[in-house]
């Protein structure tokens, strides 16, 4: 099984990135999938969220109206476009996803992480 995070970079505040997560080795269409992210000395926070139809997304109150997330199930990808990108948006990016239904209800897993740099 693995899922890897990727795309982030330095950007200045406003400006833009797409972050991706791929997932392989199981059945990752079928998995609800999650931003989330951790800055220098602070806990890690929920991003954003959307589940395997894809028919729901969620998202955090300070990223609401900036972020996007989707995805391809066709590519086992799932997308975070982040726009008007803010300093306090700094922070090492992970996917994760859970399963929500079936016989293996409850299985998660972690991705690495992708580091986003805004300056100001």
């Known amino acids: 099984v693995q899922l890897q995070a990727s795309g982030g970079g330095l950007v200045q505040a406003g400006g833009s990135l797409r972050l991706s997560c791929a997932g392989s080795?199981?059945?990752?269409?079928?998995?609800?999938v999650a931003w989330f992210r951790q800055a220098p000395g602070k806990e890690r926070e929920f991003v954003a969220a959307?589940?395997?139809?894809?028919?729901?997304?969620a998202y955090a109150d300070s990223v609401k109206g900036r972020f996007t997330i989707s995805r391809e199930n066709g590519q086992n990808t799932v997308y975070l476009q982040m726009s008007d990108l803010r300093p306090e948006d700094t922070g090492v990016y992970l996917c994760?996803?859970?399963?929500?239904?079936?016989?293996?209800?409850?299985?998660?897993?972690w991705g690495g992480g992708t580091l986003v740099t805004v300056s100001s």
């Open positions: 080795g199981h059945a990752f269409r079928s998995y609800t």
């Open positions: 994760h996803e859970v399963q929500l239904g079936g016989k293996d209800y409850g299985t998660e897993y």
């Open positions: 959307i589940n395997s139809n894809p028919d729901r997304t």
